[in-house]
């Protein structure tokens, strides 16, 4: 059966998906466009549906599919031009825990696309623990959709900065902050966690307070700052550096 109308109630429940308050009642998320929706059956999260729209031949991989038509699948899409193909995915629900390694603390980073960009990074360069506390919803479809699968690599935790701070006892925490030392010439613990804040007010004071120590990219002078995902992203590899040195 193919459902056409955007009144139907099975397309406003999973338009409902693309806002905050729609995946907080069900608890699951929307994946977009072949390639990531392979990627999300291949690594292991939990697939519930497949939207598909009915001019779409590509694989199904065996998961209950809901077929729309042209206009009913715009509506539960997010993107311009529509690959034809959405899985619905369950969040995962990871309670706030120490970590293992290197980690990551997302402090108020307000741009969904900034959280994804981010996690994108943090994937690739082996912060697969990321706390986020007052964030941008990691899950939203422009989040997602910036993570490139790094969303279903890591393991996001989500919490209030107080249980995040408790989590990180006795692990150092580095704060990136435009006062901080030279990163270039810092030396890292061989276990800490980043802390990057929000784009234009930066870290939170108890962030700050509970730092030990603070880091600085530095910029020419006509350079008042950089994009926080692109900070974080060359804050992350410059302190592993020595890691990946001894992994070569």
């Given at each position: 059966m193919v459902i056409v109308s955007r009144q139907n109630p099975t397309v406003k429940e999973l338009a409902s998906l693309k806002e905050k308050k729609g995946r907080r009642e069900r608890g699951t998320f929307l994946v977009e466009g072949g390639k990531m929706v392979a990627e999300c059956a291949a690594?292991?999260?939990e697939i519930t549906r497949l939207i598909v729209r009915a001019d779409y031949a590509g694989e199904t991989f065996g998961f209950p599919t809901v077929t729309l038509g042209e206009e009913a699948f715009s509506?539960?899409?997010d993107e311009?031009?529509?690959q034809g193909v959405v899985a619905e995915v369950k969040i995962p629900q990871n309670a706030?825990?120490?970590p293992q390694r290197r980690c990551l603390f997302l402090d108020g980073v307000s741009d969904p696309a900034n959280v994804g960009a981010i996690i994108r990074t943090a994937v690739a360069a082996g912060y697969r623990e990321i706390y986020l506390a007052d964030c941008a919803d990691p899950y939203s479809p422009k989040s997602?959709?910036?993570s490139m699968s790094g969303v279903f690599y890591a393991k996001l935790m989500r919490g209030t900065r107080e249980e995040i701070l408790q989590a990180l006892e006795g692990v150092s925490l580095i704060a990136a902050d435009m006062g901080g030392e030279d990163?270039?010439?810092f030396a890292p613990p061989e276990k800490f966690c980043l802390a990057i804040?929000?784009?234009g007010n930066g870290l939170s004071g108890a962030v700050r307070a509970r730092a030990d120590f603070t880091v600085a990219i530095p910029m020419e002078r006509c350079t008042e700052s950089l994009n926080a995902a692109v900070s974080a992203g060359i804050l992350m590899y410059i302190l592993s550096r020595d890691f990946f040195c001894r992994a070569k």
């Open positions: 690594c292991g999260m509506a539960v899409s311009k031009t529509p706030v825990a120490p997602v959709r910036a990163v270039f010439s804040g929000n784009e």
